[in-house]
């Protein structure tokens, strides 16, 4: 009937948000579930500044699975991609054992094209994977019509990605069953929580990373003996007290644990074994000049924070954006793109006293620092209405010029 001929192709787009944990996450308990030897709190930016877009076309015309990747396309059969569309499926095919719809459903044997798109540079240490994943399984969860727990399906993707399914302040709940079943995201406070939260990425340099996390961590895991306490006895403390900093709005106190987390992490890579290195020499002199900048303040008035790559991600309130960034300016002079060092929200200017510029601009590094992006805490996976904004067009083949 008609009901049935309307479901000859279904198309869904969403969009969701890269997260930047706080308290991080290293390690797995388990690799083909993706478990973690810890629980983990991450911040979701917002998606003007950093998404991932994603559409997910399903027909009884098309012949094969095909996935293209900023236009490229790209291998269908990767495992945590298939894990993520057989969780999904099975999922669907749960929602309707029990539902007596009248609307044909889509059906669950078609062929499915997805494509996806990045408004950020992929592999640079900005968290693609996490968007990636949660917009993944967004798209897929709307075009079968799931509903509910979805942060354990992204998980099965990317560790991070389950993080990502929500805004704001966000909590990985380690889980303790052998199945993975409670190892879920919850959200720990909504993005308008704190509005006076603002977000600095600061590029140092878009090359793909010397160790991939998941190579990475699992080598920390067997040799690291502090990654061991660090899961078992600093964490469980740290994430009680990094909530109620969030919860309070107490910058003091949630900049000084991001910073210490950070530094713990990667403490935990120079002590794996052989070592492995994500800070360069500009991510140290990043470390180095927000300490100064602090101190000179006599105050926590800015907090960075290091992914497995050299960027830093500092957290700071909007009433200091300005005035660092023009310290970073100073700090690290643009080279070629003046106009378009920074990125994002606008930034106000600012003028630094001679004592400031003193005690905290050292010796400049020119060209040190590609750009900095300015955002902040934002929502989670988004679906988009408007049929324009789909990257597929009607006969299911990438739309040229999206």
Same mark, same amino acid.
């Given at each position: 009937?008609?009901?049935?001929?309307?479901?000859?192709?279904?198309?869904?787009?969403?969009?969701?948000?890269?997260?930047?944990?706080?308290?991080?996450?290293?390690?797995?308990?388990?690799?083909?579930?993706?478990?973690?030897?810890?629980?983990?709190?991450?911040?979701?930016?917002?998606?003007?500044?950093?998404?991932?877009?994603?559409?997910?076309?399903?027909?009884?015309?098309?012949?094969?699975?095909?996935?293209?990747?900023?236009?490229?396309?790209?291998?269908?059969?990767?495992?945590?991609?298939?894990?993520?569309?057989?969780?999904?499926?099975?999922?669907?095919?749960?929602?309707?054992?029990?539902?007596?719809?009248?609307?044909?459903?889509?059906?669950?044997?078609?062929?499915?094209?997805?494509?996806?798109?990045?408004?950020?540079?992929?592999?640079?240490?900005?968290?693609?994977?996490?968007?990636?994943?949660?917009?993944?399984?967004?798209?897929?969860?709307?075009?079968?019509?799931?509903?509910?727990?979805?942060?354990?399906?992204?998980?099965?993707?990317?560790?991070?990605?389950?993080?990502?399914?929500?805004?704001?302040?966000?909590?990985?709940?380690?889980?303790?069953?052998?199945?993975?079943?409670?190892?879920?995201?919850?959200?720990?406070?909504?993005?308008?929580?704190?509005?006076?939260?603002?977000?600095?990425?600061?590029? #140092?340099?878009?090359? +793909?990373?010397?160790?991939?996390? &998941? !190579?990475?961590?699992?080598?920390? *895991?067997?040799?690291? /003996?502090?990654?061991?306490?660090?899961?078992?006895?600093?964490?469980?403390?740290?994430?009680?007290?990094?909530?109620?900093?969030?919860?309070?709005?107490?910058?003091?106190?949630?900049?000084?644990?991001?910073?210490?987390?950070?530094?713990?992490?990667?403490?935990?890579?120079?002590?794996?074994?052989?070592?492995?290195?994500?800070?360069?020499?500009?991510?140290?002199?990043?470390?180095?000049?927000?300490?100064?900048?602090?101190?000179?303040?006599?105050?926590?008035?800015?907090?960075?924070?290091?992914?497995?790559?050299?960027?830093?991600?500092?957290?700071?309130?909007?009433?200091?954006?300005?005035?660092? #960034?023009?310290?970073? +300016?100073?700090?690290?002079?643009? &080279? !070629?793109?003046?106009?378009?060092? *920074?990125?994002?929200? /606008?930034?106000?200017?600012?003028?630094?006293?001679?004592?400031?510029?003193?005690?905290?601009?050292?010796?400049?590094?020119?060209?040190?620092?590609?750009?900095?992006?300015?955002?902040?805490?934002?929502?989670?996976?988004?679906?988009?209405?408007?049929?324009?904004?789909?990257?597929?067009?009607?006969?299911?083949?990438?739309?040229?010029?999206?």
């Amino acid at each position: 009937g008609a009901m049935a001929e309307e479901q000859a192709l279904a198309m869904v787009t969403c969009t969701a948000p890269v997260n930047i944990a706080v308290i991080k996450y290293w390690g797995k308990r388990d690799n083909d579930l993706i478990l973690p030897i810890n629980s983990s709190l991450s911040v979701t930016l917002h998606q003007d500044q950093l998404k991932t877009t994603t559409t997910a076309a399903a027909s009884r015309d098309f012949t094969e699975d095909r996935l293209w990747l900023n236009g490229e396309e790209a291998d269908m059969g990767h495992p945590r991609l298939q894990a993520c569309l057989r969780e999904v499926r099975h999922l669907a095919r749960k929602h309707r054992g029990g539902s007596t719809e009248d609307v044909a459903p889509l059906g669950l044997s078609y062929k499915i094209h997805i494509a996806t798109e990045n408004n950020f540079p992929t592999a640079a240490g900005l968290a693609s994977s996490a968007a990636g994943y949660a917009c993944l399984v967004s798209a897929l969860a709307r075009l079968y019509g799931v509903e509910g727990e979805l942060s354990e399906v992204a998980r099965r993707g990317s560790g991070s990605a389950c993080r990502s399914m929500f805004g704001g302040f966000v909590q990985w709940q380690r889980g303790e069953r052998p199945d993975g079943r409670d190892s879920l995201a919850q959200q720990v406070a909504p993005e308008t929580h704190w509005p006076e939260l603002r977000v600095l990425v600061m590029v #140092v340099s878009g090359e +793909k990373k010397p160790v991939g996390s &998941t !190579a990475g961590m699992q080598t920390s *895991v067997d040799t690291s /003996p502090l990654l061991k306490h660090r899961a078992e006895v600093v964490v469980p403390e740290r994430l009680e007290l990094m909530m109620r900093h969030i919860r309070e709005r107490d910058f003091e106190g949630f900049g000084q644990l991001t910073m210490k987390d950070s530094n713990q992490f990667h403490a935990t890579c120079l002590d794996t074994f052989p070592p492995i290195f994500y800070l360069n020499d500009i991510s140290r002199h990043i470390i180095a000049l927000a300490h100064r900048f602090n101190a000179h303040h006599g105050r926590t008035k800015v907090a960075y924070t290091f992914d497995a790559g050299p960027n830093a991600v500092i957290f700071t309130l909007a009433d200091t954006v300005a005035e660092f #960034v023009e310290v970073v +300016k100073r700090s690290f002079p643009p &080279t !070629a793109n003046g106009d378009q060092f *920074v990125r994002g929200l /606008p930034v106000g200017s600012a003028s630094l006293p001679e004592e400031l510029l003193a005690a905290v601009v050292m010796e400049p590094v020119p060209g040190a620092i590609r750009y900095i992006l300015h955002t902040q805490p934002g929502p989670g996976p988004q679906l988009l209405n408007d049929p324009s904004q789909h990257l597929l067009g009607a006969d299911g083949l990438p739309r040229h010029g999206a």
